[in-house]
T-cell receptor
Framework: GNSVTQMEGPVTLSEEAFLTINCTYT??????LFWYVQYPGEGLQLLLK?????DKGSNKGFEATYRKETTSFHLEKGSVQVSDSAVYFC????????FGAGTRLTVKP | NAGVTQTPKFRVLKTGQSMTLLCAQD?????MYWYRQDPGMGLRLIHY???????AKGEVPDGYNVSRLKKQNFLLGLESAAPSQTSVYFC????????????FGDGTRLSIL
């Protein structure tokens, strides 16, 4: 079946540090891949997506590349800000939407 | 610009009580979804709908029922609440399925005593 595994948190970084949150998936065929972000007390918001192999999704300085050979979709940002503190969810849609467990990121000034 | 609106935002129930959560979207989306979010487990799909008058089971449908009588509304019902249904419930909608992103409401925090 379809599933998503992402690195456990919490992750704590200093402002301007480099961020990587790992995400790997299991699926047949060619799923679409997403990163969503959840700020405290709010619902999830789409951060970026990629719909086919080697696509790179990007938004607000975040990037993730769809790697079919390693079944991965790692989230990266070169320089995090305090305002990036949130929970990040990796997800796949293969006619069956599946989310990872979420990774809580805290960025300290 | 309301997007997806969930009511209520908070609710406390006693075991065995029933209630209905309401989700409304103003984006004319075809697809709507109900998820529950539990610590360490991400979001799990309860039920979904691909259009007015249709519903389908998701990953964890037991103990819940849904209805989509109008395109803009998707109701989630608990007929006899159990403590295991204590969770945060999120509604979402998307234009269609596949690679279309989902738009989420702010959630309903439900506690079953």
């Amino acid at each position: 079946g379809n599933s998503v595994t992402q690195m456990e948190g919490p992750v704590t970084l200093s402002e301007e540090a480099f961020l990587t949150i790992n995400c790997t998936y299991t699926a047949t065929g060619y799923p679409s891949l997403f990163w969503y972000v959840q700020y405290p007390g709010e619902g999830l918001q789409l951060l970026l997506k990629a719909t086919k192999a080697d696509d790179k999704g990007s938004n607000k300085g975040f990037e993730a590349t769809y790697r079919k050979e390693t079944t991965s979709f790692h989230l990266e940002k070169g320089s995090v800000q305090v305002s990036d503190s949130a929970v990040y969810f990796c997800a796949l849609d293969n006619n069956d939407m599946r989310f990872g467990a979420g990774t809580r990121l805290t960025v300290k000034p | 610009n309301a997007g997806v609106t969930q009511t209520p935002k908070f609710r406390v129930l006693k075991t065995g009580q029933s209630m209905t959560l309401l989700c409304a979207q103003d984006m004319n989306h075809e697809y709507m979804y109900w998820y529950r979010q539990d610590p360490g487990m991400g979001l799990r799909l309860i039920h979904y709908s691909v259009g007015e008058g249709t519903t389908a089971k998701g990953e964890v449908p037991d103990g819940y029922n849904v209805s989509r009588l109008k395109k803009q509304n998707f109701l989630l019902g608990l007929e006899s609440a159990a403590p295991s249904q204590t969770s945060v419930y999120f509604c979402a909608s998307s234009r269609t399925g596949g690679n279309q992103p989902q738009h989420f409401g702010d959630g309903t925090r439900l506690s079953i005593l």
